[in-house]
């Protein structure tokens, strides 16, 4: 076979995520500034989150943890790949297509099933209104997301790990030019969303035909690959819905609480930034990796690739999770406080920073377990598993929400994560040496706990003494980046000493990706 260079590949993703969430950090800062925690930021959070909700199902949930699989093994197994991925692209687009013309019908009992609380005030019609311009970005996200698992499977990321940056910059664009032009920046941000989406699937899809699949769309029809896909497909789906039970739960709670969802939003915003770019990369890589190493009947390679993508997904999201908890009040107030965004927004979006914080490694360690699944097209124990992971969040967000406010939501999506992950790690104990972790990993990861650990003692001690700046308009911004440097320099210095890593085999992987 023609394997995946895997940390190579990862180093790709990560890397346009960076800059994509980098971007998205610009965007909601503006956001923040301009539209505060008032009805318009609240509405647009819900309208937006409508898309994206059943995207889950449609794009990078249910239907491209089958996809791609099965795309890869007959990509590997020289087999019609292109005609299966037409079938696929114009079964998705039809089904899409009815979808999203019946959530047009449905906008106000979505909203409702969003944000109950929203009822009776202003943000209810702003937030179906909104919601009835965004919603055609589920077709075009989600054949985008087809598209860009075709690039995935043949070993091609960049292209697909770049579309996201068009959706951060026409936002920006288009929010800098209302409020330069004195319009409704909240109008102008909502209608950037389906264009976005558009942009996103033009991009791959010229990069796949670049790549030599032209996706073409036609009559759907139900062939029997089709029909195969749907059954592979449909516990995914349930399983992705029950995802998104978990993030309603979580914002119908919030919805309660005077301004909690801009704060639990915001708080979402900057854990999603280690989130996504290791995450988002383990995520997209390993799986059609594995796929095409288990169709060519390779045990160790899929061993190799297991612990490698396990090993590289702690090494940077443990320091980062550590970092969350550390120091949340100077990342939120810093980044987030000015304008309409004040003092107590900062804190107790802090405080939800500080909880999503903690359960950062799980949401990581699930996208490094999953694909030991999905590869072999088992999507039923994901599902079962799931379930029980949204009877935890369930029970900690709703019964604890009466005695600790809005965050009771943020730590339930937290154990709940935590939970996935040892359900998980449980189901995969019978699959042999692909799914054990080598004698490296274990070796590095008490290394990696102590380097993250020697870290987080700086970050805190430097925040205490940096506090005073901190707080400073006029310096503050290079407070914060000193802050962020010292835990940079202290976690990679003393994981260098202690051999947690070793800096040769990033810089071959650079070298592969030249």
């Known amino acids: 076979m023609q394997p995946i260079r895997l940390l190579s590949g990862l180093l790709t993703v990560g890397g346009w995520t960076m800059v994509s969430r980098v971007l998205g950090f610009v965007r909601d800062i503006l956001i923040a500034a301009w539209l505060g925690t008032g009805p318009a930021h609240q509405a647009f959070v819900v309208a937006f989150s409508l898309p994206n909700l059943f995207r889950r199902f449609f794009a990078e949930g249910a239907f491209n943890m089958a996809f791609v699989p099965m795309f890869s093994k007959r990509l590997e ?25 019946a959530a047009q019908a449905a906008m106000p009992w979505l909203v409702l099933a969003m944000a109950s609380g929203f009822r009776g005030q202003e943000q209810f019609d702003l937030a179906v209104f909104y919601g009835r311009i965004a919603f055609p970005y589920i077709l075009f996200i989600s054949l985008a997301a087809l598209l860009s698992g075709v690039l995935n499977a043949a070993g091609r990321f960049a292209a697909a790990a770049a579309a996201p940056v068009l959706l951060n910059v ?65 516990p995914a789906a349930l399983a992705g819905g029950v995802v998104q039970v978990n ?123 999953q694909p030991l699944f999905f590869a072999r097209e088992d999507t039923r124990r994901p599902f079962y598993y799931a379930l029980a992971a949204m009877v935890v969040n369930a029970a900690v967000a709703i019964g604890l929400a009466p005695v600790v406010g809005y965050i009771a939501a943020a730590w339930g999506t937290t154990l709940a994560a935590w939970a996935m992950v040892a359900l998980l790690w449980r189901g995969s104990r019978g699959m042999g040496l692909p799914a054990r972790l080598d004698d490296r990993f274990h070796r590095r990861l008490p290394r990696i706990v102590l380097a993250s650990g020697l870290m987080g003692a700086v970050l805190y001690g430097a925040g205490w003494a940096l506090a005073p700046w901190l707080t400073m308009a006029t310096v503050r911004y290079g407070a914060l980046a000193l802050l962020i440097g010292l835990g940079i320099v202290s976690y990679f210095g003393a994981g260098h000493l202690l051999g947690a890593f070793c800096w040769s085999e990033f810089r071959r992987a650079m070298r592969r990706q030249r």
């Open 77 to 101: 197994a020289g087999e019609d790949a292109q005609s299966f991925a037409r079938d696929a692209f114009s079964a998705l687009g039809g089904l899409l297509i009815l979808f999203t013309l």
């Open 170 to 234: 026409l936002f920006i664009a288009a929010m800098a030019g209302a409020a330069t032009l004195g319009g409704d920046v909240a109008l102008a941000l909502i209608w950037a969303v389906p264009v976005a989406g558009v942009a996103q699937m033009a991009l791959v899809w010229w990069a796949a035909k670049e790549a030599g699949f032209r996706i073409t769309p036609h009559l759907p029809r139900l062939t029997p690959e089709l029909r195969r896909l749907a059954i592979i497909a449909a």
């Open 247 to 369: 993030l309603l739960i979580g914002r119908q709670v919030a919805s309660y609480f005077d301004s909690a969802v801009s704060w639990l939003y915001n708080a979402d915003r900057l854990y999603q930034l280690p989130l996504g770019v290791v995450a988002i990369a383990i995520g997209v890589v390993l799986l059609p990796d594995l796929s095409r190493r288990l169709r060519a009947d390779d045990p160790e390679g899929s061993h190799d690739s297991f612990s490698r993508a396990a090993e590289f997904s702690l090494i940077l999201t443990l320091p980062a999770a550590v970092a969350l908890v550390a120091i949340p009040l100077p990342l939120v107030s810093v980044l987030f406080e000015r304008g309409a965004f004040g003092s107590a927004d900062s804190a107790a979006t802090a405080l939800a920073v500080a909880v999503y914080g903690a359960g950062l490694p799980a949401f990581v360690m699930q996208k490094v377990l």
